[in-house]
């Protein structure tokens, strides 16, 4: 069915992230592990040909699509014309205005993973079950000490409880990417530790993986713009902070050093 779509449409599939997800059992275990309700709001990004939107309008309340092109949005016109809880939405989901939802089921596009998973985080949601390339998903979910642990754990952990559901092959897609994919299930709760200035805290993560081989008293001389106060600044952080590498570092302590930063800078 899925070649016969992509024919009539003339899609050939590759561009713009286009891989399908065909293999119906993971198109379930998706779908179930959203554990959607009817008074669910599921926001889509990228519905594709509507094999996952399929499994979504069945079991939730509503369910809101947004597709970049313009081919595909004609496929779920088609394919979703009788179904009442539907909406599509024609664009960039990291450009147009999101709609209210409060879950987000998706086998994202892989070229704006960051942006929009970002995007979703700040916008806020009750739980979201997303699909990304492996190395990715396995960069949001680890832990210090981990060589996958970077900048991209500590600020997805900032907002977000975040665990690897499964580990998917490129033959569950058609056309196969090249890369392996993972599920995701991401449920957003606010900070656990307490952070002064939300921006100066991602600017310290930022700079301190910048530097990631370098000890954390060497890596804050690079911080832009550069610290005025860096010796009162780097006398208040905990020398224990201060001897180690960001990768060894937990989240807290980059907030720990950024208010920090924030206290000197406000006195
Ligand atoms: N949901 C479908 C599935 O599971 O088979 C398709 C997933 S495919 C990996 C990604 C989809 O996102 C494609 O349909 C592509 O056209 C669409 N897309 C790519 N960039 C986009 C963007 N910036 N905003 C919205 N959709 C986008």
Redesign the pocket.
């Known amino acids: 069915m899925v070649y016969s779509i992509l024919k009539k449409y003339g899609i050939r599939g590759g561009s713009?992230?286009?891989?399908?997800?065909?293999n119906e059992p993971i198109?379930d275990s998706i779908a179930e592990a959203a554990d959607l309700q009817i008074d669910d709001i599921v926001l889509?990004?990228?519905?594709?040909?509507?094999?996952?939107?399929e499994r979504l309008v069945a079991r939730a309340g509503r369910v809101i699509v947004?597709?970049?092109?313009p081919r595909?949005v004609a496929v779920l016109q088609d394919r979703f014309h009788e179904i009442s809880n539907i909406e599509i939405i024609e664009?960039?989901?990291?450009?147009v205005e999101l709609p209210a939802f409060n879950k987000v089921v998706?086998?994202?596009?892989?070229?704006?993973s960051s942006p929009?998973t970002f995007r979703l985080l700040n916008h806020g949601f009750e739980k979201g079950i997303l699909?990304y390339q492996y190395e990715f998903a396995r960069r949001m979910v680890e832990v210090p000490g981990s060589k996958n642990y970077g900048r991209l754990s500590v600020d997805t952990q900032y907002f977000a409880d975040v665990r690897l559901l499964r580990k998917i092959s490129p033959s569950a897609?058609t056309p196969a990417p090249k890369v392996w994919s993972a599920v995701v299930e991401v449920v957003p709760r606010p900070s656990v530790f307490e952070v002064k200035d939300e921006q100066l805290f991602f600017r310290v993560v930022e700079a301190a993986f910048g530097q990631r081989r370098k000890k954390m008293k060497n890596a804050l001389t690079k911080f832009n713009p550069p610290l005025a106060d860096r010796e009162a600044i780097l006398r208040l952080i905990p020398e224990d902070f201060l001897g180690k590498r960001a990768e060894q570092l937990f989240p807290e302590d980059f907030a720990t050093i950024s208010n920090i930063i924030y206290e000197v800078r406000d006195n």
């Open positions: 713009l992230d286009q891989h399908f997800l065909v198109l889509e990004i990228g519905g594709g040909i509507g094999n996952l939107t947004i597709e970049r092109d595909l664009g960039d989901a990291t450009k998706a086998n994202l596009p892989y070229s704006i929009i699909m897609f």
